[in-house]
Each structure stands twice: as C-alpha cells, then as structure tokens.
C-alpha cells in the first residue's frame, strides 16, 4: 500500500489544501493529513476544531485519514507506516524551503517527499490570507472548501 501523508497547520485548511489532497488521490492508496502543532505560531482555530472541519471535508473519502501530531513529521510519518509526503509548492520561495525539507527527511528517514505544483487558480491562496479576511469579518468562502462557509 502507498500511503503518504500530507502535514501542516491547516489554520484553516483552504481549496488548495483540498486540491492537492484530491489530486494525491491519484497516486497514493490512503493520505493520512497530519495537523501539526506549530509553537511558532499562533492559532486562529482551535487544533480539535480544525480536525473535525477536516474530518467532515473529507467523509465520504474512506482512503483519507486525519490526525493531529506533536513531533517532527518523519516521525509521525513512521507512526502511520509511510512511505510519502506529499506537499504543494505555491511559488518559488515554496520550493527553496520544500526542498530542503525533503532533502533533510529523507536523510533522517529514508522518506520520500512528492511534491506537487498549486494549480494556478489557488496559487494566491494561503491560510495567512484567509485568516486576515476572517479576522477583519471579511467572507472567505472563496477561499475555502464549502464544509467551512
């Protein structure tokens, strides 16, 4: 079984977020979405919320896990028995950091990292963003799955 899974804070998790889940579809047999706690940042959303908004997205999805996770993320990746990362780059910047990343993990653990380009009409999607427009009560719902209108 491929299984690859796909970390980050998802504070909140957008339509480009989703978009790359779908599409690692195609490649990978289950996903696991790993919600990371990042002590660098601050929260908008509760962790366990975020979780269940994931959860109720992708419902009907039986090859798509969520989990929460504390620890670094090849870690949580041998926890869950994969073989993958799967991540998105949105820019160029993007993949100066993925690359190293993916270079480091798979010296710590022999892990692959796939990466796959945003699509264009989400590449100026980010959580940043979409936490900017709630907190000034601006409507986000273009910007993120239907689940969390």
Known sequence: MKRAIFPGSFDPF???HYD???RGLA??????IGIGRNSTKKDTFPIR???????????DEPRIK???YDCLTVDFAKQYDAQFILRGIRCVEDFEYERNMAEANKQL???ETVILYTRPEYAHISSTL???????GKD???FVPNELR
């Open 109 to 111: 653990a022999n892990i």
């Open 20 to 22: 790359l889940v779908k």
């Open 27 to 32: 490649l990978f047999d289950e996903i696991v």
């Open 130 to 136: 979409v936490r900017d427009l709630y907190a000034y």
């Open 14 to 16: 957008t339509l480009g």
């Open 66 to 68: 969520v989990a929460i």
């Open 140 to 142: 986000v719902s273009a």
């Open 49 to 59: 919320e975020r979780e269940e908004a994931i959860r109720k997205i992708f419902k």
